[in-house]
Structure formats: C-alpha cells, structure tokens
C-alpha cells in the first residue's frame, strides 16, 4: 500500500452531505499498481461506494462510530471502544464490498475483490490513525489549557515580583 494512500482515502462517501469525492492521484496509482485500465479502476472503486450508498446500515453505523468516538477517552475504556470502532467500521467496509458486487462488470470481479482485501487493510490503518488522533488531541487541548493556566500564574507572579521591587526600592528611598 502506497503511504500517502493510507493517510487519504482512493474514494470516500460522505453520508451527511450525501456525496463521493475521489483521488485522481491515487485512481491512477492503483491503476498502474493493479495493471488495469484507468476506467476499470473507476468502475471498481465506484461500485464498492455505491456500495456504502446503497448500504441499509449505513446510517446507523456512522452514527454509531461518531458516538464511540466522542466516547474515546485517553486513559479509560479506550481499548473496549477501539475495538467497537474497528468492528463497526470493518462491517461498514465489507457491506460496500458485498453490495457493490451488483454494479461491477464481470471481468472485474477478482480484481475487485482484491482492491477490497486492500482497502479493509488500509481501512484498519486509517482508523488507527483517527483513533490515536482522537486521543490525543484530547491529551493535547488538556496540555494547552494547563500551559495556559500556567502561564496565567506566571505572569500574575511576574506582576507580584515586580510590584515589590518597586515597593522596596522605594522603601530604601
């Protein structure tokens, strides 16, 4: 798997917005990867997102994985709902994998079943990815917000130390 190509998706369906958005990049990467044509790339890339389009469970999936994300917590349960997240987000990926079968062309079915190995791995990886993000941001804007809190007392000390000098130097006066 191409690096730049687990950090972006080839393809992704955007649930709320209702929409694709695609990587021409990374369509022709694969395309020179797989030795196939530029157009049965699309086909086969296409299909498996109609396949999240035409998805039932769609909605209840995306949904559930927001929820556990905003549930994801640095130090407690992490392990419990990373797994949730990952289950949850793999069934969405073999849905497409299983319901886009209806819109390929046949001669592309091996093809496409191996672009889909492909993608459940590289899924795996980007969800890693978000999950760590998650986190750690989390971890982050805890950091900043006690930097901030820090730097607050400094400064209000800085003041402090300040208006004494002038205090006592007056008071040598």
Known sequence: MFEDEIMTSVAYYN?????????AKSIIRLAERYRISIEDCIAIIMSHELGHYYDNEIQMLTDSIKKLY???DYKK?????????QKLSKQGENNAWEIGYKFLPGHLKQTYDLFNEANIEANYYLTLIKIDRR???DERIKLFSELARFQKINTNLKIENDTLK???LGANK
């Open 135 to 137: 986190k750690f941001d």
């Open 166 to 168: 002038v205090k006592l």
């Open 77 to 85: 349960n992490s392990l419990k709902i990373e797994n949730e997240i």
């Open 70 to 72: 905003q549930e994801l």
């Open 15 to 23: 649930v709320k917005l209702d929409k694709f958005s695609f990587s």
